[in-house]
């Protein structure tokens, strides 16, 4: 069972595209090497090992990692914005540890509680709300005073991370699409995460290029087919009419591309690719572009909701990153391991602001 469990663990790391690399002083946890903090920490918790029915904790936290890294990577942060958002960082952390062990001791009662119930349902009786001890309820309804709490904190700290970042990087949060290996979009370079579908347009014009006459021929259909199938998918079904006439457009371009001179197609590639983008994903991105920009229009009208700059720079994750980032995390091990009022006495030294 154990062989099974590590076979699968390997292969999820493999499906996000990762490579496992055994963490420094390696814990064993119910199979798997993770970090010491990470096992402590889903031990302390009572967690299994997954983190859902097929990805392991620690794939989920590698891939989560790479996600809020590529969007730092694409910001360009001053050291001075660093500083300061290491200071928001630490006064949402602060806010964490301090419902931490309240936390723990609520869902110890929840369980005891819950345990009770499940041996009498087990035992054949009927077990309905009205049989919930009250202890349980109280511990259920401070969990949710204290979840309101930390979202009324997540709020205003995302309002002090806009305050800090400018609006060509706030802009560029809001248009990021979540993607581990985010690859430039041609049409528009400021675009940070998932690339759109003119990098894969590049790579299939090569293959078609580097076959054969008759290979041509024989795939050509397949290709087209492929091509209006992955239309149909993301924007619905087509006429037949309309099947037929893109295809033969997209077909056209494909034997253009054939027909160009090596250099030709080298300095022409780019644009070629974007021909044979249909219609319908411009429509399709358009539409998904007018969506976000409604998303950011009603948010910060009403401004008492988390969006993606408060999702992705209020992750317990970002301190950890940002204090390794600008090298004062010297002597900390996982993030509940990070000293704050040392990282928030590093940080306002080194040039950080706080925002009121």
Do not use: W
Not at 6 to 27: D, F, M, N
Not at 157 to 171: D, F, G, M, P, W
Not at 218 to 228: S, T
């Amino acid at each position: 069972m154990m062989k099974k469990f590590v076979v699968l663990s390997i292969a999820a790391l493999l499906v996000c595209g990762l490579t496992y690399a055994e963490p420094r002083g390696a814990k064993d946890f119910e199979g798997e090497l993770l970090k010491p903090s990470l096992a402590r920490k889903l031990e302390k918790a009572g967690e299994h090992r997954y983190y859902d029915q097929f990805m392991t904790h620690n794939a989920h936290e590698l891939k989560h990692e790479i996600d809020l890294l590529n969007m730092l990577n694409s910001l360009y942060l001053t050291d001075v914005q660093m500083n300061s958002l290491i200071l928001v960082s630490t006064e949402m952390e602060r806010s964490r540890r301090t419902h931490t062990k309240e936390i723990a001791k609520l869902n110890r009662t929840l369980e005891e509680g819950f345990a009770g119930l499940r041996k009498r349902a087990m035992a054949g009786e009927d077990v309905s709300a009205c049989d919930v001890p009250e202890a349980c309820k109280a511990a259920q309804k401070r969990l949710g005073e204290i979840h309101r709490e930390l979202s009324a904190k997540k709020l205003g700290c995302q309002t002090k991370v806009k305050a800090i970042l400018s609006e060509n990087q706030v802009e560029k949060i809001y248009n990021y699409e979540h993607c581990l290996i985010p690859v430039k979009d041609l049409k528009d370079p400021t675009r940070i995460g998932q690339a759109d579908a003119v990098s894969g347009n590049e790579k299939l014009l090569k293959r078609v290029r580097a076959m054969s006459e008759e290979q041509f021929g024989k795939e050509l259909a397949k290709i087209a087919d492929c091509h209006i199938k992955k239309i149909e998918h993301k924007c619905g079904e087509m006429a037949p009419a309309d099947k037929k006439k893109e295809s033969a457009r997209f077909t056209a371009v494909l034997a253009r591309a054939r027909k160009m001179e090596d250099l030709d197609f080298e300095f022409g590639r780019a644009k070629v690719a974007a021909e044979l983008s249909s219609d319908y994903y411009t429509v399709r991105d358009r539409m998904m572009h007018v969506k976000m920009r409604l998303g950011k229009v009603r948010n910060d009208e009403c401004g008492n909701r988390l969006d993606v700059v408060g999702s992705m720079f209020m992750s317990p994750n970002m301190l950890h990153i940002l204090a390794k980032r600008t090298n004062i995390n010297k002597g900390f091990r996982g993030t509940e391991a990070v000293d704050l009022d040392k990282i928030e006495h590093a940080a306002t030294n080194a040039g950080g602001c706080a925002i009121d």
